[in-house]
């Protein structure tokens, strides 16, 4: 089997109120019980604000490191979830139900190179 990160994009900014986001929660409790039942999930998780990264580089012989996301923009990765699958066609499958759950954030789906 092959493994695949589905990655979470979400908006910067605090989250949805807790009636909106309580249900959201609910439903992929239940969808990654769903994915685990089914041999699929390997892991998940959530990330902190994109404001809490830092970034460490080496640039002319330097190690930088910076406060903050590396790129700049609207929106950064908040999650992820590894799952295993025996081709593309099921991973995405796992995919579309995800964004089914976390509507309307996208989700993207990408094979692990080399796998486990």
Same mark, same amino acid.
């Given at each position: 089997? *092959?493994?695949?990160? !589905?990655?979470?994009?979400? &908006? =910067?900014?605090?989250? &949805?109120? &807790?009636?909106? !986001?309580? &249900?959201?929660?609910? =439903? !992929?409790? +239940?969808?990654?019980?769903?994915?685990?039942?089914?041999?699929?999930?390997?892991?998940?998780?959530?990330?902190?604000?994109?404001?809490?990264?830092?970034? +460490?580089? *080496?640039?002319?012989?330097?190690? !930088?490191?910076? =406060?903050?996301?590396?790129?700049? /923009? *609207?929106?950064? +990765?908040?999650?992820?979830?590894?799952?295993?699958?025996?081709?593309? =066609?099921?991973?995405?499958?796992?995919?579309?139900?995800?964004?089914? +759950?976390?509507?309307?954030?996208?989700?993207?789906?990408?094979?692990?190179?080399? /796998?486990?």
């Amino acid at each position: 089997m *092959k493994q695949y990160m !589905l990655t979470i994009y979400q &908006p =910067d900014g605090d989250p &949805p109120p &807790p009636e909106v !986001l309580d &249900p959201i929660m609910r =439903d !992929l409790a +239940v969808l990654n019980e769903e994915m685990r039942a089914s041999g699929a999930w390997v892991f998940s998780a959530g990330l902190l604000p994109a404001q809490a990264a830092t970034v +460490v580089q *080496k640039k002319d012989g330097e190690l !930088l490191t910076t =406060d903050g996301p590396f790129t700049e /923009g *609207k929106e950064h +990765v908040g999650g992820f979830t590894i799952i295993q699958a025996d081709g593309e =066609d099921a991973a995405l499958e796992w995919g579309r139900r995800l964004a089914a +759950v976390l509507s309307p954030l996208w989700i993207e789906v990408r094979e692990v190179q080399g /796998g486990p």
